[in-house]
């Protein structure tokens, strides 16, 4: 469709008949449109093949060579979304239905009516044209939301990038440790995305978002005094207190965030879950809300086992590491009261993938 007239853009129409008289008549009818003829379903094709951007077609169904079935089956094959009008002098209601199931909009019978005709492909004309709108607006929708979560993309990595940066200006961890953790919950959340356990379904969005929240663990520990924080020995009681204070002090520090915006961010509401609740062990004993089992959030349960296996094979100032395999054999130690056994299993099978990524 190409300029406006009268309210409707003009269309390319292509008339399919082997009757002169009728495809001199639908000229006559729509003169104010640009029409091609065709004779019969293989010439049709042949100028389908020449004019794809064709509007409408107008089909009869008794032709020599090509009737209008086989055309419309040959047609389909072309991948085209153009609305087919049959015209036809039969009053079988069979074919009526035949034509409609292989796709044809509308049924007129001759002998043809001016008037009746011109309304008819004006109503399907409107309807394309009109489709074609919603089409292109629903495209320049798409765009605008692609941009848009490109945009949001981009601050979630410059807010977790600060956050994590005043980690390591603590000398609480290292930018190593950011890559480290995203490295393990990609890997552990991708193997459950395939192997696909009831009710622990991930979306690629969520997914994304575990990735890139799961720096922020232990964000609270900013808050944590050095004297505590950064002890080289063992903690005395008051001093565990303090330390595990860590999580409720990452959580205020994002409710605030949350509060601040007009309204709640996904990955920052996956992040404060995933800090409220990556220290709950799978028996209940853990910590702050000593939640039990499948009440614990998955994001939770999968920061466990990662953040577990990051302290073991990491250097700390009041510990050595551990290496890949004693690490593991630590952690099936624990591994009935801590984690969850299909994440931890799920963990299991990645441990390969996760030291090859880890010496890139």
Known sequence: MRHIQGGLKVALILAIDDAATDLTLIQYILTNHEVILARNGEQGLQQLEKHPQTDLILLDLHMPVMDGFTFMDRYHELNLDIPIIILTNTEEVAMEIQGLEKGAVDFIRKPLNFKAL??????????KQSTEL???HNRHLEEL?????????????????????????????????????????ELLCKQLQKVKPIGYELSDKEIQELIDTAPLHDIGKVGIPDRV???????????IAIMREHVNKGVEALDYSIESEDSKISFIEMARTLIASHHEWYDGSGYPEQLRGLAIPLSGRLMAVIDVYDAL???????????????IEVMKMEADRHFDPVVFEAFLLVVPQI???MQE
């Open 118 to 127: 011109q309304m008819r492909i004006d109503v399907q004309l409107r309807l």
């Open 134 to 136: 919603i089409k292109e």
């Open 145 to 185: 939301v692609e941009k848009r979560t490109r945009e949001i993309r981009r601050t979630n990595e410059i807010t977790i990038n600060a956050l994590v940066r005043l980690l390591e200006v603590r000398n609480i961890e290292t930018s190593d440790h950011a890559r480290r953790t995203k490295i393990m919950m």
């Open 229 to 239: 924080l950064l002890k080289p020995g063992k903690l005395d009681p008051d001093e």
């Open 313 to 327: 094979t990491s250097k700390r100032v009041y510990k050595e590491k551990l290496d890949q395999a004693k690490a």
């Open 355 to 357: 030291n090859m990524r």
